[in-house]
């Protein structure tokens, strides 16, 4: 049996490894291409990328079976995930390909897929797609005649930020701000930079080399130490940090105190609501989210919408019942309207445009609700494919049932789930008991290692 490619955020891997090899990404191309191949027109496919190495492996590969079936490429080079799903909408394109692996260090690199309309595609559509791939290829291939022709746009970067900065009220300025800015070494490198100055702000750019070894390594948003101590070395307002692929961000504030998405969101939503911008009077956040957002939302009269672990998640629940904010505690933040996907430099944006608006330091700003005690561990499998065997086994579910019925008692809660991107479960509890959320995480984590052990063995 065929093992499944696709994960919650597309494919990935490790590089030049399967499925992160040229060949799978050139089925990948004959694919996807074949799939969204509907009509007599010439098709065409936006395909951007971030700044590993093994892009320059990757880019050609897909190029090959796209134009293989027929469709057209268009080659934008380093730029943001949403930049991307936003040229494609722009360009009427047929889909749109990114190949990236955000956050995940320079080994790794993934190829995920947006529609026509700018979002990513979902679990049918995907499993179609793989279907394709895995069910005779060379069926799909096209006549000499009517083979597709690649090139690369030289202002993609001008559309798109153009395109971020309309996001903003034309008389808002960012003058006077002192903002350090951390790209991760990543494909925002030269955008994010570039669009917080010319909206006025004195930048202070960090994570803007890079050398295709680089990307997230001690620097971006799951490295936040640099852009904290830069924050603070250069007496800066507020420090914007961003991944590998710039759809998240994460932010501290001047004194170099962490603020991470779930506070943005909250900030965010209640501006929204202040200004008559917020649909359904709801944010639409996952699983992972804070206790203590969930009560700062009921708090402001609005209501917190949760979606299993996955940006992709939330934004078909936005699509669905018609909501336009949400996101993720990671600080995927998708901006319903502006784009369609998360976006890391139009969030901060968002909060920067705060800054102006009230006049108050980011300390103030940022800090919208007290959290409630959260711990998150992972356990490390000698594979993915371990996990359920993991789950199931008795001592593991007895342990599970039992830190449940003890965190809610105290009103708190419990979740426990593998990651769709690594070999990984996730332990998460939060309560206002931290002793007892410590304890429990702990004890879960030892429970599922010993079992995987025992897998393993």
């Given amino acids: 049996m065929t093992s499944k490619l696709f994960g919650t955020d597309g494919v990935r891997g490790t590089a030049n490894a399967y499925p992160m090899t040229a060949d799978v990404a050139m089925k990948i191309g004959m694919a996807a291409g ?34 293989s079936v027929g469709m057209d490429v268009i080659l934008v080079g380093p730029m943001p995930t949403p930049a991307v799903a936003m040229l494609t909408r722009s360009l009427r394109a047929d889909m749109g390909v990114v190949i990236s692996a955000s956050h995940n260090p320079y080994e790794d690199n993934g190829i995920k897929l947006f529609g026509p309309d ?20 060379d069926a ?10 690649a090139r690369r746009m030289e202002d993609a970067t001008g559309r798109y930020i153009e395109s971020v900065k309309a996001t903003l009220p034309r008389d808002r300025r960012l003058d006077g701000l002192k903002v350090v800015v951390d790209c991760a070494n990543g494909a925002a490198y030269k955008v994010a930079p570039q669009v917080i100055w010319e909206l006025g702000a004195e930048v202070i750019p960090i994570g803007v080399e890079p050398d295709g070894f680089n990307i997230n390594k001690g620097c971006g948003s799951l490295y936040p130490e640099r852009m904290q101590q830069a924050v603070v070395s250069h007496g800066a307002d507020i420090g914007i940090s961003l991944d590998g692929d710039a759809d998240r961000i994460q932010v501290c504030d001047e004194h170099g105190a962490m603020v991470d998405g779930d506070q943005l969101m909250g900030l965010i939503a209640r501006a929204w609501k202040r200004d008559g911008k917020l649909q359904g009077d709801a944010l639409v956040a996952t699983v992972m989210s804070n206790l203590g957002l969930e009560r700062f939302i009921e708090g402001e009269g609005l209501k917190m919408v949760r979606t299993k672990v996955g940006d992709r998640y939330v934004v078909e629940c936005m699509r669905r019942d018609g909501y336009n904010l949400g996101g993720e505690q990671s600080g995927h933040i998708v901006l319903g309207g502006q784009a369609t996907t998360g976006d890391g430099l139009m969030a901060g944006l968002e909060v920067l445009s705060e800054l102006i608006q009230q006049g108050r330091r980011a300390s103030e700003v940022c800090h919208v609700f007290d959290r409630v005690p959260q711990v998150l561990k992972n356990v490390r499998l000698a594979h993915r494919d371990a996990a359920k065997a993991v789950m199931d086994s008795k001592v593991v579910t007895d342990a599970i049932g039992a830190a449940e019925a003890r965190l809610e008692a105290s009103g708190g809660r419990l979740l426990i ?8 479960i996730r332990v998460m509890a939060e309560g206002d008991d931290k002793a007892l959320v410590e304890e429990l995480v702990d004890g879960l984590c030892a429970t599922i290692q010993g079992e995987a052990a025992k897998e393993a063995a």
């Fill in 34 to 67: 074949a799939h969204f191949t509907n009509g007599d027109h010439r098709h065409t496919v936006v395909i951007g990328k971030d700044t590993r190495l093994s892009g320059y492996m990757l880019e050609p590969a897909l190029t090959a079976g796209f134009i």
């Fill in 118 to 137: 700018g979002f990513k595609l979902s679990d049918a559509t995907e499993d179609e797609i793989e279907h394709l791939l895995h069910n005779g290829l």
């Fill in 140 to 149: 799909l291939r096209v006549a000499p005649a009517k083979l597709g022709k």
């Fill in 417 to 424: 789930r593998q990651s769709g991107t690594e070999p990984k």
